[in-house]
């Protein structure tokens, strides 16, 4: 049901009791009777009989209606008001962020399986990536790490530029994740009586790219567990040996990994 309140002076506002009238004051108790029975009575005619309403006994009648309608809204939009204020904006929907930890979702340092492999690592993955995402997969499940496939790729683009025949460190690590005899996976591996082979010699196994990336990615799953899946202390681990934090190494291995 519509009305119009444009007939009501703003000055004196709504609720006003000057522009009002009580329902008592009228002789209608509104508890008692309904809107319909309120506009049903006639008034008295001149003849005795009833009669039509004239513009003053209707506007006596609809006010206290009015007043009424008027106060049931409040009630209800008042009651509204409370609900959304009160309670879903009055409800935490949890701290933080969904990947949790406070590192913003999607940040670099911020675990994506999803995330498309860039420009500058399609090489490594065009050659190397099915293998590296298996071996990702059964480590994770292994140590409850967290790495993912192009984090992997970043390391390898980091220590060799995806060149299984590279060496560092004097010629002391080798291949695609640069082992060196020191690495605990490799030692295990190899046992205690390896000897280094001279550097570019095929036989030493770190020049084999499915030996090399399983002693290197096992270790980074390793690191990757203790640090919580933070990629960005995984790196850095890496490279050091937990000895101290490399962030320089680290922030390269992420701009590796975002496409830079």
């Known amino acids: 049901m519509g009305f119009s309140l444009s007939g009501l002076n703003p000055g004196a506002g709504l609720m006003s009791t000057a522009a009002l009238q009580s329902p008592a004051s009228i002789g209608v108790n509104p508890l008692a009777s309904s809107p319909s029975s309120i506009l049903a009575t006639p008034a008295p005619s001149s003849s005795g009989g009833a009669g039509p309403l004239d513009s003053s006994q209707m506007a006596n009648l609809l006010l206290p209606l009015l007043t009424i309608i008027l106060q049931l809204l409040m009630t209800v939009l008042g009651g509204a008001a409370g609900n959304v204020f009160g309670g879903s904006l009055g409800s935490p929907t949890g701290g933080g962020n969904e990947e949790g930890g406070g590192t913003p979702a999607g940040g670099n340092n911020t675990p994506n399986p999803d995330r498309p492999t860039p420009q500058n690592l399609k090489d490594i993955d065009r ?57 605990g996976g490799f030692q295990a591996a190899v046992g205690n009586g390896f000897k280094e082979p ?56 992420l701009s590796h990994m975002n496409g830079n």
Do not use: C, W
């Open 127 to 183: 050659k190397y990536g099915d293998k590296i995402q298996k071996l990702v997969d059964e480590k994770n499940a292994k140590y409850g790490s967290h790495l993912t496939r192009q984090f992997v790729e970043a390391e390898i683009m980091q220590e060799s530029s995806g060149d299984t025949m590279n060496n560092g460190d004097n010629g002391h690590s080798r291949g695609l994740l640069q082992l060196n005899t020191g690495n």
């Open 198 to 253: 001279p550097v570019g010699d095929p036989s030493d196994p770190r020049y084999n790219p499915d030996f090399n990336l399983s002693i290197g990615i096992d270790e980074l799953a390793q690191y990757n567990a203790k640090y919580g899946g933070d990629l960005k202390h995984t790196a850095a681990a890496y490279e050091t040996g937990d000895s101290y934090y490399d962030d320089a190494y680290a922030s390269s291995v």
